[in-house]
């Protein structure tokens, strides 16, 4: 249509007027908040700023790369000791002490069972080998030069008598808490060098055979997180065919479901008169312990517990019944946020294609996080360096970590950088939201819906990033300040919780729920800003005071949708990860049950993925429900009779509203 702003009031109080050419959200659009768009642009080209000078001055190696037992940064000269030859960590206790070591040992073909040699051990002073009978050459493991002989195993500290058994109880090896641990073949993942998993069972069997049957259990965990890992690569398919894939599906599913006669209604319904039965019946459990404990005979219970239980079930009695007041006052609101529902999944099904919007946005954050993560590494490494020595358990087994100092420069940088990762994923989050009202939007004010398809989905990602950047960024902007706010509040809160200050801390405490609870408002306020730039084009200022001012028009129509939106959100999540994981556990148990320890690892991982697929459809339908309510209300204000846009469910309702308005009027 031609653009043409559409009479409103400085109160807010009038109804919205539809302009004469007016046929859905408008095409001819302009741009809006270009300041903002600016502003953002800016902020990304200081970080790439921020971020050439870090990785000029910094070294990501401090970070990034393995720290020894002494403090020394593998394949760096950092610390005490050059260690630029030996890039690599071998660990030698559970408190992640190691070795530096030019290559993580491959024993595959070097040793008769390819996975240990036990009679050779990298101790924190260097390596042991039991003479005769140790398999590996001497220099097969080279460490670097450590000198310290206080943790060199010998003998006596390492391998008494030539046992493994004994070893295994050994000063040095201590159960895997000691100075030193066996050679083994080991996996390199990330600069470190972590043990086969095949050769912790191998050093298991031959001390048990040695007589060190506490071994079993020191490994019981190893092997669980082992047999773990080995089901989820064996049943990979599977996960990511039923966790993505049949997730995606059956929340179609569930969409459609929404649209069979009654279902709707038992879901909605159901979960809100089982919320006052579970309310009124906690009250009811709660009241008759009280009388049960004052009856006693003699009292067991004390005056303050019993007077405790009665209270609690008063208010229980008290939120059931108004909460049942609340649904029976609002029961034509509920019908309205049902409709509302049902047309969102109609919209849904309509444009499929939305659904697989958020993985677009995911991958923008994915970009966006790639670059920030490798400033930010290097902006850290530009500290100075600190590394502390700690000792644990009762034989004082040392191990360092390190720290960082940075000036004032690189802190504000820190803080910059902080705000340029919640300013952009605020950002994305906005466009997103823009992007899906106003395909929603062109779906409810479109006459012929049969004209609508997932092409009209390409089509307002173009006009949401060519037009409505701004607007975006000028919401987004406005919730990273109120993040960074809370942000430096919790330092203050630690530091204050540091100094023991009681008051301090409480005072902090409630500015941070203050300052929560005003984002949590203007997040509401923004989601229905960005509906109104969908539908209108306008710029943020303009939306979020007409988004406001409809929401005081119609406070109890949106608390409801509120509540429905809710309800059906969370059990379409649990609905779609459940049905997804017992699907899978079929499928598995018949497929693949032979060749995995157990099906439990598979299963639920793929419920923890369809349960993200799930949230991310269901954030999808939960914006697609609150489009569909202003579309409502604007068509319902502006329109009158057939010339309103209204089908369906919302149709129906209206057509029982306007029949129960004329019957009320022909009775008075």
């Known amino acids: 249509m031609a653009r043409e702003e559409m009479p409103r009031d400085e109160e807010g109080t009038d109804k919205l007027e539809a302009p004469a050419d007016f046929d859905?959200?408008?095409?001819?659009?302009?741009?809006?908040?270009?300041v903002c768009s600016i502003l953002i642009v800016i902020m990304w080209i200081a970080m790439s700023g921020v971020g050439a000078y870090a990785v000029t001055n910094g070294d990501y190696r401090k970070i990034l790369n393995p720290l020894d037992y002494d403090g020394n940064i593998c394949g760096t000269d950092f610390g005490g000791v050059d260690m630029t030859e030996y890039p690599y960590l071998y660990y030698v206790n559970s408190y992640s002490g190691g070795v530096c070591v030019k290559e993580c040992p491959k024993l595959e073909g070097v040793t008769a069972d390819g996975l240990t040699d036990i009679y050779t051990v990298v101790s924190y002073g260097g390596l042991y080998q039991v003479e005769g009978l140790a398999e590996l050459p001497s220099d097969f493991i080279q460490m670097a030069p450590y000198n310290d002989t206080s943790v060199l195993c010998d003998s006596s500290t390492c391998f008494p008598n030539n046992n493994p058994a004994l070893s295994w109880y050994s000063r040095g090896?201590?159960?895997?808490?000691?100075?030193?641990?066996?050679?083994?073949?080991?996996?390199?993942?990330?600069?470190?060098?972590?043990?086969?998993?095949?050769?912790?069972?191998?050093?298991?069997?031959?001390?048990?055979?040695s007589g060190a049957t506490a071994l079993a259990y020191e490994s019981e965990g190893n092997d669980f997180w082992n047999n773990l890992y080995a089901d989820m690569f064996t049943a990979r398919a599977y996960i990511l065919g039923f966790g993505i894939g049949m997730a995606v599906g059956i929340g179609f599913f569930y969409s459609l479901l929404l649209r069979v006669p009654g279902c709707l209604g038992l879901f909605?319904?159901?979960?809100?008169?089982?919320?006052?039965?579970?309310?009124?019946?906690?009250?009811?459990?709660m009241f008759g312990k009280s009388e049960e404990w004052t009856a006693e005979d003699p009292q067991i219970q004390t005056d303050r517990t019993i007077l405790a239980a009665q209270v609690v079930s008063i208010i229980l009695f008290v939120l059931a019944g108004l909460l049942f007041v609340f649904v029976i006052c609002l029961r034509k609101q509920i019908q309205l946020a049902l409709g509302c529902v049902?047309?969102?999944?109609?919209?849904?099904?309509?444009?499929?294609?939305?659904?697989?919007?958020?993985?677009?946005?995911?991958?923008?954050?994915?970009?966006?996080?790639?670059?920030?993560?490798?400033?930010?590494?290097?902006?850290?490494?530009?500290?100075?360096l600190v590394t502390y020595k700690y000792t644990f358990g009762p034989l004082d087994t040392s191990v360092s970590v390190r720290n960082f100092a940075w000036d004032d420069i690189v802190y504000r940088c820190g803080w910059f950088l902080f705000f340029c990762f919640l300013w952009t994923c605020q950002f994305i989050l906005a466009l997103g939201k823009i992007i899906l009202a106003?395909?929603?939007?062109?779906?409810?004010?479109?006459?012929?819906?049969s004209t609508i398809g997932s092409s009209i989905v390409l089509k307002c990602i173009y006009d949401a990033t060519r037009y409505h950047t701004g607007t975006a960024a000028f919401g987004s902007i406005l919730i990273a300040i109120l993040q960074l706010i809370r942000a430096i509040i919790a330092k203050f809160q630690k530091k204050a919780k540091e100094m023991n200050a009681q008051i301090a801390e409480a005072l902090l405490c409630c500015c941070q729920c203050c300052v929560l609870c005003f984002e949590k408002c203007l997040k509401f306020l923004n989601k229905n800003a960005y509906i109104q730039t969908a539908m209108f084009g306008t710029n943020f200022c303009v939306s979020a005071k007409e988004a406001f001012f409809l929401i005081m028009r119609n406070a109890a129509r949106i608390g409801a949708i509120a509540i429905i939106s809710e309800v059906i959100t969370f059990v379409g999540r649990i609905f779609v990860s459940c049905v997804t994981a017992g699907l899978a556990y079929i499928a598995v148990s018949e497929m693949l049950r032979d060749e995995l320890y157990s099906v439990a690892g598979p299963c639920v991982m793929i419920f923890i993925i369809a349960f993200f697929v799930s949230d991310m459809f269901m954030d999808v339908f939960d914006m697609a429900i609150a489009t569909i309510l202003q579309c409502f209300v604007a068509d319902e204000e502006m329109f009158e009779g057939e010339e309103r846009y209204a089908e369906g469910a919302l149709a129906k309702w209206v057509d029982t509203q306007e029949e129960e308005s004329e019957r009320t009027l022909k009775v008075t």
């Open 24 to 34: 859905g959200p408008t095409d001819d659009r302009h741009c809006t908040d270009i």
């Open 342 to 384: 049902k047309e969102a999944a109609r919209a849904i099904g309509a444009m499929p294609l939305i659904i697989f919007f958020p993985i677009l946005q995911a991958a923008g954050l994915v970009l966006f996080m790639v670059a920030w993560t490798y400033y930010a590494v290097f902006l850290a490494s530009m500290g100075d």
């Open 173 to 209: 090896i201590n159960q895997g808490y000691g100075f030193g641990w066996y050679a083994t073949d080991t996996l390199e993942l990330f600069w470190r060098c972590t043990t086969n998993g095949d050769a912790d069972d191998r050093i298991k069997n031959i001390t048990i055979a």
């Open 438 to 449: 106003m395909c929603v939007a062109k779906w409810y004010f479109t006459r012929d819906k």
């Open 268 to 285: 909605a319904w159901g979960s809100i008169f089982a919320t006052v039965a579970i309310l009124g019946g906690s009250g009811g459990y």
